[in-house]
């Protein structure tokens, strides 16, 4: 099927005039565009008869989507820019604008771990007062971090230290797992794991992790996906399979498409045949759990909400945070270099767990709502001080921490400005490959 559909995009067109479009012009790449959406994306039946396909390309694939489309990406490499860089991306930082009580700040609220702002010594919760020698306010910060992103450096004046913060953008590698550690309370073994993003580089250090959580006996498990923008769905089902009591038979995916496409169910050991595993060979490195806690927030998508949704079927879930961000869809790329540099993530697949619960566009609600921002200053991840970490623990042993007694901010809390925004869009949705489905 996949070779007929294959053609039928690269290899016809859907008249003669289309052939008569010089190569390398708008019309030739848009034509191509559109027979591609036309073959694959999800609303396929909406796009329209006769677009304008004089127009530049990302003009004309923002004409043609669906107006339920949020995710669909069109990029060119050759074209920086159309790949939208984050903050974090460029400069392993993320900043975050806030109201409180009345009083505007800016904060960090995440350092990519071994990036120039970790060697610099940035911490989760800095306080940032200007950006590139202007004090931040609300009006310009979305300007300062764009400025910021093109130029390629940053000077940071934060509360507290003497000197400024200035480095080089590196676009260092973003690590799966940023952190985790075992917490030991009222005689509980609770492992905390930030995971934050679903890369194949993830597959060694998730068996590290879940085989030292299992040789200490851990019984509760803290998975904080509160910024995880998803990844590969191969990696979202090896996830899934180290800390939930799966059969590789057992159905980890449901993927509904367009006419074309049809509906496709993938079991754990399909999914993981691509990296050249099986859910056989994970049960060595599984601990014993009978529930794990999902922190979540609405950074929270793709790939991060498919492990929250369909691992549910399998082990009693907690979700503990925010609504997530509402990517229930799966994308793949799709690229033709004899045609044009561009490429397409389209949506194509709507996401279905194995008891086909999905459709979660709005996002995923928390079972128990909590707000990262009702303890300030931030702690860092995996501190049982965290507002969603401290409620993980005070649902897991059922009374209130001495330490902090989850305490809460008494002003109201309003964000205003939040550059993880960018990193959201970076991510048309669950990455599969053709070829696992």
């Known amino acids: 099927m996949w070779i007929l559909l294959l053609l039928t995009v690269t290899g016809c067109k859907k008249d003669d005039q289309d052939l008569q479009y010089p190569a390398g012009t708008n019309e030739h790449v848009n034509s191509w565009i559109l027979d591609s959406m036309r073959v694959f994306y999800f609303w396929n039946r909406t796009l329209p008869a006769q677009p304008d396909v004089s127009q530049d390309p990302p003009d004309f694939f923002d004409e043609i989507k669906n107006v339920e489309d949020r995710f669909s990406i069109l990029a060119d490499p050759k074209r920086p820019l159309t790949l939208k860089p984050s903050l974090s991306t460029a400069l392993g930082i993320d900043i975050v604008g806030l109201d409180v009580g009345g009083v505007h700040q800016a904060l960090v609220t995440l350092v990519v771990p071994g990036a120039e702002a970790d060697q610099a010594g940035i911490k989760r919760g800095d306080r940032v007062l200007a950006i590139n020698g202007t004090t931040v306010s609300r009006d310009n910060i979305g300007a300062l971090v764009s400025q910021t992103i093109l130029a390629g450096k940053i000077t940071l004046d934060i509360e507290g230290?003497?000197?400024?913060?200035?480095?080089?953008?590196?676009?260092?590698?973003?690590?799966?797992?940023?952190?985790?550690?075992?917490?030991?309370?009222?005689?509980?073994?609770?492992?905390?794991?930030?995971?934050?993003?679903?890369?194949?580089?993830?597959?060694?250090?998730l068996q590290t992790v879940l085989t030292s959580f299992r040789n200490v006996q851990v019984t509760e498990l803290i998975l904080d996906l509160r910024y995880n923008a998803g990844g590969e769905v191969n990696i979202a089902a090896l996830l899934t399979a180290l800390i939930a009591p799966v059969k590789g038979t057992d159905i980890f995916a449901e993927y509904r498409g367009n006419s074309n496409l049809g509906t496709r169910r993938t079991t754990f050991d399909k999914a993981l045949s691509?990296?050249?595993?099986?859910?056989?060979?994970?049960?060595?490195?599984?601990?014993?759990?009978?529930?794990?806690?999902?922190?979540?927030?609405?950074?929270?998508?793709?790939?991060?909400?498919?492990?929250?949704?369909?691992?549910?079927?399998?082990?009693?879930?907690?979700?503990?945070?925010?609504?997530?961000?509402?990517?229930?869809?799966?994308?793949?790329?799709?690229?033709?270099?004899?045609?044009?540099?561009?490429?397409?993530?389209?949506?194509?697949?709507?996401?279905?767990?194995?008891?086909?619960?999905?459709?979660?566009?709005?996002?995923?609600?928390?079972?128990?709502?909590?707000?990262?921002?009702?303890?300030?200053?931030?702690?860092?991840?995996?501190?049982?001080?965290?507002?969603?970490?401290?409620?993980?623990?005070?649902?897991?042993?059922?009374?209130?921490?001495?330490?902090?007694?989850?305490?809460?901010?008494?002003?109201?809390?309003?964000?205003?400005?939040?550059?993880?925004?960018?990193?959201?869009?970076?991510?048309?949705?669950?990455?599969?490959?053709?070829?696992?489905?």
Do not use: C
């Not at 073994?189 to 250090?205: M, V």
């Open 161 to 205: 230290r003497n000197t400024t913060v200035s480095y080089n953008a590196s676009y260092p590698e973003d690590r799966p797992i940023y952190t985790y550690k075992i917490i030991e309370h009222n005689g509980k073994k609770i492992a905390y794991l930030f995971f934050n993003s679903f890369k194949q580089r993830a597959i060694t250090e």
């Open 274 to 437: 691509r990296i050249g595993m099986s859910v056989a060979q994970l049960t060595a490195y599984r601990p014993s759990l009978s529930r794990v806690y999902i922190l979540t927030g609405s950074h929270t998508g793709s790939s991060a909400e498919l492990v929250a949704n369909n691992i549910a079927p399998f082990i009693a879930t907690t979700r503990i945070g925010g609504r997530t961000l509402g990517k229930d869809m799966a994308s793949f790329e799709i690229r033709n270099s004899q045609v044009t540099s561009w490429i397409i993530n389209p949506l194509v697949y709507k996401l279905y767990n194995a008891n086909a619960q999905g459709d979660y566009a709005s996002g995923l609600a928390p079972d128990v709502e909590v707000d990262e921002f009702s303890l300030l200053p931030l702690k860092p991840f995996g501190d049982t001080e965290d507002p969603l970490v401290n409620r993980a623990i005070v649902t897991i042993v059922g009374r209130a921490l001495k330490s902090s007694s989850v305490l809460q901010q008494k002003e109201t809390v309003r964000i205003w400005y939040d550059s993880r925004n960018i990193a959201d869009e970076n991510t048309a949705g669950v990455k599969v490959d053709r070829k696992d489905l």
